[in-house]
Each structure stands twice: as C-alpha cells, then as structure tokens.
C-alpha cells in the first residue's frame, strides 16, 4: 500500500520561509518522479516544483529562485524549501509520485501566507 504523508504546512508571515516533507512508504522515491504541486480555493492544481528518478528539477515560472525540491533516498522523503513567501503562495500543498502509468497523491498540508 502506498501512502505519501506530507507535513510542514501551516500560517507564515510574507517574505518567511517554509520546510514541507513527503513521507513515502510502499515506494522508494529514488524509483518514482516526485513532485509538489499545490491549488488554492477556487483555482487548479498547478505543478509547483518536480525531481525525476535522475535529478532533474522542474520548477513552475512563479516559483523559481524562491523554492528547492529535494531528495533524500535514505529517509525516503522528499521536501520542499519554500523561501521569499508571498500571499499567492497561499494553497493545499500535495506530494505526488509518480512512474509509469502510477499516479499517487497524498493528502495535502496547508500554507497560508499572511501578515
């Protein structure tokens, strides 16, 4: 059974800074592209930022220079470094894995930009 567990979301002040985790167990992230994307209310879920099994990063235009994807295959997690924060960045955050025609989503963690 797989299962993505994300956590790190929550309330910040604009122009701070946040550390969203992926838990997975039932894949190994090393083997599956993984990626952030986030929807904010009345909007689609959009490509926030994505790592192939090979180490290449995807990063969505309204995202670059502010946040990281990253890795770690021993923990079997990935993250995202959101820095620079703005008030549009304000969504549901969800991890996905992905690998051939398997698609996995977690739940989501919210973040909320706001002074």
């Known amino acids: 059974q797989v299962q993505l567990v994300e956590s790190g979301g929550g309330l910040v002040q604009p122009g701070g800074s946040l550390r969203l985790s992926c838990a997975a167990s039932g894949i190994r992230v090393s083997m599956y592209a993984m990626g952030w994307y986030r929807q904010a209310p009345g909007k689609q879920r959009e490509l926030v930022a994505a790592?192939?099994?090979?180490?290449?990063?995807n990063y969505g235009d309204s995202v670059k220079g502010r946040f990281t994807i990253s890795r770690d295959n021993v923990k079997n997690m990935v993250y995202l470094q959101m820095n620079s924060l703005k008030p549009e960045d304000t969504a549901v955050y969800y991890c996905k894995a992905a690998f051939g025609g398997e698609n996995y989503w977690g739940r989501g963690t919210q973040v909320t930009v706001s002074s």
């Open positions: 790592i192939t099994s090979g180490g290449i990063t």
